[in-house]
T-cell receptor, first 107, second 114 residues
Framework: AQRVTQPEKLLSVFKGAPVELKCNYS??????LFWYVQYSRQRLQLLLR??SRESIKGFTADLNKGETSFHLKKPFAQEEDSAMYYC?????????FGTGTSLTVIP | DVKVTQSSRYLVKRTGEKVFLECVQD?????MFWYRQDPGLGLRLIYF???????EKGDIPEGYSVSREKKERFSLILESASTNQTSMYLC?????????????FGSGTQLSVL
């Protein structure tokens, strides 16, 4: 079975502080992982994917196969980062999502 | 840019009604998906389709059916709406199955069943 776990439903940080949104997965094969984001009143959109090894809006995520994790990190949070974040696992032709973490950046 | 359009932003229906949610994508994508989004539960896959007239059940197909008669259109049908189907419904599409493929989402339909 494929599973994605996001242990934090809510996360609040102060502007300028580091932020880490946790994601753990359970999958027996070679995982393909993504982070999607939904800003207020906007549609869900891709933030980043592990195979690209990219940094988007200052966010990075490293796949750790030993710990089966794909945590999302940003060194200095901004107010515009406040949003709902979903970790997703792609296997075959299905995408499995975690329950989401609502991030609030306090000014 | 890819556009995924859901026909209604808000819908209010009565228990027992048959409900149709429509989704259209304009980029010739092979795969289309229907999710429901509930607070604390995240996105749960209802059905997906990888080709015209093909469909596969997701994690929560009970009480739903789908139709894909044309490549660009994927419809979700609630045969007899119930109050526990009150939710935000998201349609998504992707070009094809493969590494790096991403989902493009519609803006969602908030369905209330009274």
């Amino acid at each position: 079975a494929q599973r994605v776990t996001q242990p934090e439903k809510l996360l609040s940080v102060f502007k300028g502080a580091p932020v880490e949104l946790k994601c753990n997965y359970s999958y027996s094969g070679s995982p393909e992982l993504f982070w999607y984001v939904q800003y207020s009143r906007q549609r869900l959109q891709l933030l980043l994917r592990h195979i690209s090894r990219e940094s988007i809006k200052g966010f990075t995520a490293d796949l750790n196969k030993g710990e089966t994790s794909f945590h999302l990190k940003k060194p200095f949070a901004q107010e515009e980062d406040s949003a709902m974040y979903y970790c997703a696992l792609h296997t075959g032709n299905q995408f499995y999502f975690g329950t989401g973490t609502s991030l609030t950046v306090i000014p | 840019d890819v556009k995924v359009t859901q026909s209604s932003r808000y819908l209010v229906k009565r228990t027992g009604e048959k409900v149709f949610l429509e989704c259209v994508q304009d980029m010739d994508h092979e795969n289309m998906f229907w999710y429901r989004q509930d607070p604390g539960l995240g996105l749960r896959l209802i059905y997906f389709s990888y080709d015209v007239k093909m469909k596969e059940k997701g994690d929560i197909p009970e009480g739903y059916s789908v139709s894909r008669e044309k490549k660009e259109r994927f419809s979700l049908i609630l045969e007899s709406a119930s109050t526990n189907q009150t939710s935000m419904y998201l349609c998504a599409s992707s070009l094809q199955t493969g590494m790096g493929e991403k989902l493009f989402f519609g803006s969602g339909t908030q369905l209330s069943v009274l």
